[in-house]
């Protein structure tokens, strides 16, 4: 078992940049596989980055490519979601995510974390 916390969130012009971290409880954190996912106002939870357990691979959705950078510190126990040129449809709730499947499976993850506001204003 392990206990998700994020942070960084906030109100944020168009352009601007936010960093979100996500807190893991216990001390096995560095064998999870971490995400972060995102929903909307009126629509679906949507993946936005993952993460492998050493952090040599990472996947992220083609609408944040290129502006959105996921990493993490196991020494921390925390993971990272910069997140650069914020555009207003970034605006969203933002969970971290994280279990011990495989980096490549489809599976929905196991530990979710209560979520992190993000508003970008246009």
């Known amino acids: 078992q392990v206990q998700l916390v994020e942070s960084g969130g906030g109100l944020v012009q168009a352009g601007g940049s936010l960093r979100l971290s996500c807190v893991a409880s216990g001390r096995t954190f560095s064998s999870y596989r971490m995400g972060w996912f995102r929903q909307a106002p009126g629509k679906e939870r949507e993946f936005v980055a993952a993460?492998?357990?050493?952090?040599?691979?990472?996947r992220y959705a083609d609408s944040v490519k290129g502006r959105f950078t996921i990493s993490r510190d196991n020494a921390q126990n925390t993971g990272y979601l910069q997140m650069n040129s914020l555009k207003p449809e970034d605006t969203a709730v933002y969970y971290c995510?994280?279990?011990?499947?495989?980096?490549?499976?489809?599976?929905?993850?196991?530990?979710w974390g209560q979520g992190t506001q993000v508003t970008v204003s246009s």
């Open positions: 993460i492998s357990v050493g952090a040599g691979s990472t």
């Open positions: 995510a994280a279990d011990r499947q495989s980096f490549w499976s489809g599976r929905t993850y196991d530990f």
